[in-house]
């Protein structure tokens, strides 16, 4: 099928690749020249694992191509997906500005009937208003072409990204065309071959489904944080409780690691969108506020500790920082616990030497050149001289350091663990000072 994308970010390159790789024609529209630019010199503006080789082989066969031109890649598609962002707006709603734009991008050069799918993550009612905006734009050319607009929210996982469209979970179609379902039918049958992973719903549903899942994760994470933090006064530890708790099927062992808060380009905004959609209709979400505070709490962790350790005045101290990003395998800061961890210790008068696997460019990126962040290019390098380590990314290169090396490397042999990497009683023998996430254990014999 001929589909077109707007949008080259982490969902709408990926979802392009993967379509393009089992023979669809994919047109991708960006308004970034640069990242066009680049996509075409075979430059991949992201880290995803498995997705380079997919670009570089379904754009040398011609299966997917890049422009800014609207107009070329709107008369390319029959579908046209919008996977643009949908940043939080001042108050925290989404901000629809991008996917209204295309849609009215999309009305002023079609020429004839189009499939419009919603790919961005929007709040109910929002392909009410895609409708209206094209409506409004072909009644001003005096067109009577016709279109329908689809809901089928992304549930990829950056990190696993390209697996997930591969194989994804399910496929959550909101229409109530059957043609549009045919049409899904086609486009999806690829992916859909072992077992039926196509629901089928109404659009409203469809929308609600995608806020659903992501804030009933975000719950998961702070339930577990709320227990990791009640764990911590008790004397518990929450390895133990998570264990105990994981082996029961109804629960289960996923989404239930205590650390130092959710971040990402999802959780974050989609909690909070839905609170403000709540609000909209006059309904106190008690349940998605808590888990935000909760989260927000839990990003202060690592600082809190830090400074308890070593006094509100943390001039002339140097922290290292291992990980960057929100989680393993991708380069995506945002939201990042790592940046409310640098911006406290730079705020209390502490430098900062990080490393990261994928996401120092984006750091630098982010924060520019400062005198307080040194980006170095091991996770051994960023020990130097450091008064103490912090994690906040449980990259697997950091699982099993050498801890002779990181002891004599720093200049305290303190670590603070965002993740709960390590055994508290082993680096307690080693002559640690270890702060874990709601380990009664670390603290006790650290105290
Ligand atoms: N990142 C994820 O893991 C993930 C997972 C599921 C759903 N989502 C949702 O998917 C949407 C996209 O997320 P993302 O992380 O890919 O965003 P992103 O910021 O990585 O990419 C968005 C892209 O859209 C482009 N863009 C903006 N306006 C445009 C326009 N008028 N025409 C063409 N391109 C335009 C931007 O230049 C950018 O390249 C969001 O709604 C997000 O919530 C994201």
Known sequence: MKVTVFGIGYVGLVQAAVLASVGHHVMCIDIDDKKVADLKKGLIPIYEPGLTPIVEETYQNGLLDFTTDAKAGIDHGEIQFIAVGTPPDEDGSADLQYVLKVANTIATHMTEHKIVIDKSTVPVGTADKVKAEMTSVLASRNSDLLFDVVSN????????????CMKPDRIVIGTDSENVKKAMHELYAPFNRNND?????????????????????????????????????????????????????????????????????????????????????????????????????????????????????????????????????????????????????????????????????????????????ILVGTKEAA?????????????????????????????????????????????????????????GDSLKKTS
């Open 383 to 439: 020990l130097r001289n450091a008064d103490a380590l912090a994690i906040c990314t449980e990259w697997s290169q950091f699982r099993a350091p050498d801890f002779d090396f990181v002891s004599q490397s720093l200049s305290n042999p303190v670590i603070v663990d965002g993740r709960n990497l390590y055994d508290p009683q082993m680096l307690n023998e080693k002559g640690f000072t270890y702060f874990a996430i709601g380990r």
């Open 197 to 373: 992973r196509m629901i089928f719903m109404d659009i409203r549903s469809a929308e609600l489904t995608k806020y659903a899942a992501n804030c009933m994760l975000a719950t998961k994470i702070s339930f577990m944080n709320e227990m990791s933090n009640l764990a911590e006064l008790l004397g518990a530890d929450i390895e133990a409780v998570r264990h105990g708790i994981g082996s029961d099927s109804r629960i289960g062992y996923q989404f239930i690691y205590p650390g130092c808060g959710y971040g990402g380009s999802c959780f974050p905004k989609d909690v909070q969108a839905l609170i403000k959609t709540s609000h909209g209709i006059d309904y106190q979400p008690a349940l998605l506020e808590a888990v935000e505070t909760v989260n927000h709490a839990q990003k202060q962790k690592l600082f809190t500790h830090i400074k308890n350790y070593f006094g509100n005045d943390l001039a002339g101290k140097t922290i290292a920082v291992w990980g960057l990003s929100f989680k393993p395998k991708t380069d995506d800061m945002r939201e990042a616990s790592s940046r409310v961890l640098m911006e406290s210790l730079w705020q209390a008068g502490a430098k900062v030497q990080a490393y990261d696997p994928e996401a120092m460019e984006e750091c630098q990126r982010i924060y520019g050149n400062r005198d307080d962040l």
């Open 153 to 164: 929210p992304e549930f990829l996982k950056e990190g696993a990204a390209v697996a997930d």
